[in-house]
């Protein structure tokens, strides 16, 4: 008989505590997991149309409103929160769902460096002004009378200069060393006397009205023939002007 009073007693202390608990209003601890996001930029101002991708137990994906967006019905677990705005540094975000209280989740996106300028290149100077040209004219014949040779191994004598190239009077009694012109094309016009020009193996006889075009770079040589004075007009195509 006692053992069943004290039995009676336990099973009302239960019982009174447990509708005490409900009077106070106690949550239960699991339930559908929602989050709250709340997303603004480093002055607090909200951002929206900001992409946010959770992904996790479920995967899901939403835009903010006006900086907000709530994600609801969520199993308990662990998420990443995604969030992503041209413009803006994406963020990411693991929060743990549990509980049926809403989980409030705050983030700040930080807007994207602005592209540094390009440097400007500074205009390219302008090239040097023209030297001072002048038109040349010559009587050639009294043009080599008055620079004639006479009896030294050779003479050259300039005629007339441009940027384009140059032309110069070339007379001689002795062989010119084989040389080549690296940066223009020579072209030559026998005047008088007799000669030989030897290109790339080739020999070429030279007499008045002869016309001979050596390409750049091409090795030669040019010697007097039996009437001497060669006297030869040159033009060097590319030359510059000295």
């Given at each position: 008989?006692?053992?069943?009073?004290?039995?009676?007693?336990?099973?009302?202390?239960?019982?009174?505590?447990?509708?005490?608990?409900?009077?106070?209003?106690?949550?239960?601890?699991?339930?559908?997991?929602?989050?709250?996001?709340?997303?603004?930029?480093?002055?607090?101002?909200?951002?929206?149309?900001?992409?946010?991708?959770?992904?996790?137990?479920?995967?899901?994906?939403?835009?903010?409103?006006?900086?907000?967006?709530?994600?609801?019905?969520?199993?308990?677990?662990?998420?990443?929160?995604?969030?992503?705005?041209?413009?803006?540094?994406?963020?990411?975000?693991?929060?743990t769902?549990?509980?049926?209280?809403?989980?409030?989740?705050?983030?700040?996106?930080?807007?994207?460096?602005?592209?540094?300028?390009?440097?400007?290149?500074?205009p390219?100077?302008?090239?040097?002004?023209?030297?001072?040209?002048?038109?040349?004219?010559?009587?050639?014949?009294?043009?080599?009378?008055?620079?004639?040779?006479?009896?030294?191994?050779?003479?050259?004598?300039?005629m007339?200069?441009?940027p384009?190239?140059?032309?110069?009077?070339?007379?001689?009694?002795?062989?010119?060393?084989?040389?080549?012109?690296?940066?223009?094309?020579?072209?030559?016009?026998?005047?008088?006397?007799?000669?030989?020009?030897?290109?790339?193996?080739?020999?070429?006889?030279?007499?008045?009205?002869?016309?001979?075009?050596?390409?750049?770079?091409?090795?030669?040589?040019?010697?007097?023939?039996?009437?001497?004075?060669?006297?030869?007009?040159?033009?060097?195509?590319?030359?510059k002007?000295?």
């Amino acid at each position: 008989m006692r053992m069943t009073a004290s039995l009676a007693i336990v099973l009302l202390t239960l019982a009174s505590g447990l509708t005490a608990a409900q009077r106070r209003g106690t949550a239960p601890t699991t339930g559908p997991v929602t989050f709250a996001i709340n997303v603004t930029d480093s002055s607090g101002a909200p951002v929206p149309d900001v992409r946010v991708t959770l992904s996790g137990v479920v995967t899901r994906t939403t835009r903010t409103e006006r900086g907000r967006t709530v994600f609801e019905n969520l199993p308990s677990g662990q998420y990443i929160l995604k969030f992503e705005k041209p413009g803006y540094i994406s963020v990411d975000r693991q929060v743990t769902g549990r509980g049926a209280k809403p989980i409030e989740v705050a983030v700040t996106m930080e807007r994207e460096p602005e592209p540094e300028p390009a440097p400007v290149e500074k205009p390219a100077a302008p090239p040097p002004p023209p030297p001072d040209l002048k038109m040349a004219v010559l009587d050639m014949p009294a043009f080599i009378e008055k620079n004639y040779i006479g009896r030294a191994a050779g003479k050259t004598t300039p005629m007339g200069c441009a940027p384009g190239g140059s032309s110069t009077l070339i007379q001689m009694n002795e062989p010119l060393a084989q040389h080549t012109h690296d940066d223009a094309d020579e072209f030559i016009y026998v005047i008088a006397g007799q000669g030989m020009a030897k290109l790339s193996g080739r020999e070429e006889p030279l007499g008045p009205a002869v016309f001979l075009m050596v390409p750049r770079g091409m090795p030669h040589t040019v010697a007097a023939g039996p009437k001497k004075p060669l006297v030869l007009m040159s033009v060097l195509a590319g030359d510059k002007c000295r």
